[in-house]
């Protein structure tokens, strides 16, 4: 079993910035790959980013050039840095660990972007 629990959503104005970690503890085994998604009411569940074990990484279109991903494996956490917020931005960002198969998820984190 593997336990994910992302922390650093909150509430940020328009052009701002916020960092998002993802924290793994449990039965981590490699390599893996991470991925964030973020979750509207209402709206489909959008792929935000992933990044590899070999740190290979892939981002939505939506958030291209502005949002970076990356990985401290001596830590076992996974960051989304996110900047140039937009009010389209706000959601609820989960993170997951996908091994062929399997699929661990976060409880998510509230991110609000709002003047």
């Known amino acids: 079993q593997v336990q994910l629990v992302e922390c650093g959503g909150g509430l940020v104005q328009p052009g701002g910035s916020l960092r998002l970690s993802c924290a793994a503890s449990?039965?981590?085994?490699?390599?893996?790959?991470v991925v964030w998604y973020r979750q509207t009411p209402g709206k489909q569940r959008e792929l935000v980013a992933s990044?590899?074990?070999?740190?290979?990484?892939n981002y939505g279109d939506s958030v291209k050039d502005r949002f970076t991903i990356s990985r401290d494996n001596a830590k076992n956490t996974v960051y989304l840095q996110m900047n140039s917020l937009k009010p389209e931005d706000t959601a609820v960002y989960l993170c997951?660990?996908?091994?062929?198969?399997?699929?661990?998820w976060g409880q998510g984190t509230q991110v609000t972007v709002s003047s």
């Open positions: 997951s660990m996908r091994r062929p198969g399997f699929a661990y």
């Open positions: 990044i590899s074990g070999t740190s290979s990484t």
């Open positions: 449990g039965n981590i085994v490699s390599p893996n790959t």
